[in-house]
């Protein structure tokens, strides 16, 4: 598929010129356009078809609060390869369903997944995301048995204050299913987000009440980091 948006086109000459580190980490343009899953694999391709990342790198995949983590490779400095393949709009079904593009070509030794917070908001269950989550591990472990998955919790937001009890069930869920598998874990950021009153803490969000803002970032960064060390 051939880029035709000139933002990407520009990300990725950009790139070109920073050296095989840069593009080793999976450099693509920051934050990542939001312009649907056909467009933004494209960019995805391409970075790839420009220098190939090497297996056992560490993948980061979901929707806008993965996409938006401009500072993700900086944060994560001291890890040879990390790779940004979070997408706007995503949800956890549209994970389990591009995972033959999403994450198998890469052979990660570790998929950080964010995803489930769209999915509830259009109306979706906690037992729909933790089947979809059920479905995300199947089809990496059928695979690759030796990647290691940690799914970082659906957070609270202000913008979807309504869909905590959800959320809470959503996060218990997938929390009680990991801990029966191998290579497999859950990671609590929906916790350190809430304020001592219970509500999400709004100073961690963008003017959206939706997104992260950089502190919001500061402490994803803080909670993964045992994760991936």
């Not at 919790?153 to 990991?178: C, F, G, H, M, T």
């Amino acid at each position: 598929m051939r880029l035709f948006h000139p933002l990407l086109a520009a990300g990725l000459l950009i790139a070109g010129s920073t050296g095989a580190q840069t593009l080793l980490a999976g450099h693509i343009p920051h934050p990542i356009p939001d312009l649907g899953w056909d467009q933004t694999a494209a960019v995805f391709d391409a970075a790839d078809r420009e220098y190939a990342p090497p297996p056992g790198g560490v993948l980061f995949v979901g929707s806008s609060s993965i996409r938006l983590w401009d500072s993700l490779q900086n944060d994560f400095a001291a890890l040879p390869v990390v790779l940004n393949r979070g997408f706007g709009g995503s949800k956890l079904s549209d994970c389990v369903h591009h995972l033959d593009r999403l994450v198998l070509p890469y052979r990660p030794r570790l998929v950080l997944l964010y995803a489930g917070d769209n999915d509830l908001a259009a109306g979706r269950t906690a037992d729909d995301i933790l089947a979809r989550f059920k479905a995300f591990t199947e089809g990496v472990h059928a695979k690759l048995p030796e990647t290691r998955i940690a799914f970082i919790s659906i957070k609270p937001s202000p913008a979807r204050a309504a869909l905590i009890p959800e959320v809470r069930r959503a996060n218990a869920l997938v929390r009680d299913y990991a801990a029966t598998l191998p290579n497999t874990q859950f990671i609590d950021v929906f916790t350190p987000m809430l304020g001592a009153d219970g509500l999400p803490r709004s100073e961690l969000f963008r003017e959206d009440a939706l997104h992260l803002n950089a502190k919001g970032y500061e402490l994803w960064r803080k909670v993964i980091a045992p994760y991936v060390s």
